[in-house]
């Protein structure tokens, strides 16, 4: 029965194909997307797991970026039960986006920051901008940008992100999110610092670089994408002060600060943190006490406002289920009529961009010619590349 319904599904598809007269073109084409043996070989060798993790995540394979990123972790405990029932009896889980944008209402800085293998936490800011723009968020400060004005300009000018303009921007779902921010009227600047400098110099060289920008526009608000500790407010125990603690004293603005990365989950769930595992969290939320406070992330005299528990990921062939929803639809694109060694890599790109130089919206790697190539795009016309790395062919695919 299963070979009659695939058999049934590729004659569907030629048909379409034949219906639409998809026009195919063999093309020169480089990408700088590893291929998962690539990957996997590499990690082999030289047990980066936090390099292996961070190359999963660019070429959107959300999955073994979390396994491999865990490969340098361990297991956490689990709470009693008797620990369980006190969370639930003192905290109320609340929607994060509505709870956030309420509490932006009153301030000038929000700062989210990200774990740098994690694409689902630039998909929740990329949920935020919106309502954070129509309550006065017109600048977004992004982390991963070439500190370089003209780059920066012709990205504002050009409406999507190519390869030069970040390093971790070359992930789809980050090139999403500034695609979005673009569409929406945002102004989007760079922030970090131009030289070589770590710890303490370079959090005040990202701050004082922010503090620039907002001292061009007193009277405008600001969203600050970030990794990691850069969001802490209070001291830090390597840096004194990490770059949100910096901007309040060189600022006097006190920011919204929300952490994603504490209670992000993991590969499995013995590797969840133990609050997180105490949890049934259904979407994407805070923690209220009876005292109508969020739970913050705390470390030693250091914090963040906020602290975001995001639901359990599930999977769709293999792709999170969170790339597919109002906006992306279910796609899957006819290969069987391209002659390919296997695996292949498909990219999308939006209809008009550069294909040499741009950041794809969505990546999927497929291992043979009976596996399914599966993306999540919006309706509309897009650029597909199918590439192995030796070969490559692009064809329009009409979403509809």
């Known amino acids: 029965m299963k070979k009659i319904a695939y058999l049934i599904t590729i004659v569907l598809l030629f048909n379409a194909c034949q219906k639409e007269k998809r026009s195919i073109e063999k093309i020169d084409f480089n990408t700088n997307y590893k291929f998962s043996s690539d990957i996997e070989n590499g990690a082999s060798l030289t047990k980066d797991y936090q390099q292996s993790g961070t190359d999963f995540a660019l070429k959107g394979d959300y999955k073994n970026a979390l396994i491999h990123w ?49 694409s689902l936490h630039r998909v929740f800011t990329k949920t935020l901008l919106k309502d954070l723009y129509h309550n006065g968020y017109t600048n977004l400060g992004l982390e991963t940008l070439t500190n370089n004005d003209s780059l920066n300009e012709a990205l504002n000018n050009r409406k999507y992100p190519i390869e030069k303009t970040g390093y971790y921007s070359k992930d789809p779902q980050f090139g999403n999110l500034i695609r979005t921010a673009l569409d929406i009227g945002y102004t989007i600047f760079a922030y970090e610092t131009t030289g070589n400098e770590s710890g303490k110099p370079r959090e005040i060289d990202q701050a004082k670089n922010i503090q620039k920008v907002i001292e061009s526009k007193p009277n405008e608000k600001f969203l600050i994408h970030c990794g990691y500790d850069h969001v802490l407010e209070g001291t830090h125990s390597y840096w004194e002060k990490a770059m949100a603690g910096r901007l309040t004293e060189y600022t006097g603005i006190n920011p919204l600060t929300i952490n994603q990365t504490y209670y992000a989950e993991r590969s499995k769930p013995e590797f969840n943190r ?23 992330y705390e470390r030693g005299n250091g914090w ?16 999170p289920n969170w790339l597919f929803n109002n906006e992306n639809k279910h796609v899957s694109v006819p290969l069987f009529d391209i002659e390919i060694d296997y695996p292949i890599m498909i990219l999308a790109f939006k209809k008009g961009d550069d294909i040499q130089t741009a950041i794809p919206i969505d990546i999927a790697e497929v291992e043979s010619k009976t596996k399914k190539s599966t993306l999540a795009l919006q309706k509309g016309v897009h650029t597909i590349v199918v590439t192995n790395g030796n070969q490559s062919f692009k064809f329009e695919h009409d979403v509809k």
Do not use: C, W
Request: proline letters at 3%.
């Open 70 to 118: 865990d490969l340098m972790g361990g297991k956490e405990k689990n709470f009693s039960q008797e620990q369980i029932d006190s969370i639930h009896s003192k905290y109320k889980i609340v929607k994060a986006s509505d709870y956030i944008i309420e509490k932006a209402k009153d301030n000038q800085i929000v700062i989210i920051n990200e774990a740098h293998h994690n």
């Open 274 to 296: 133990p609050l997180y595992k105490a949890l049934n969290i259904e979407e994407s939320s805070v923690l209220i006490d009876q005292e109508h406070n969020p739970l913050r």
């Open 304 to 319: 963040a406002d906020i602290a975001i528990f995001h639901p359990k990921t599930t999977y769709i062939d293999n792709r």
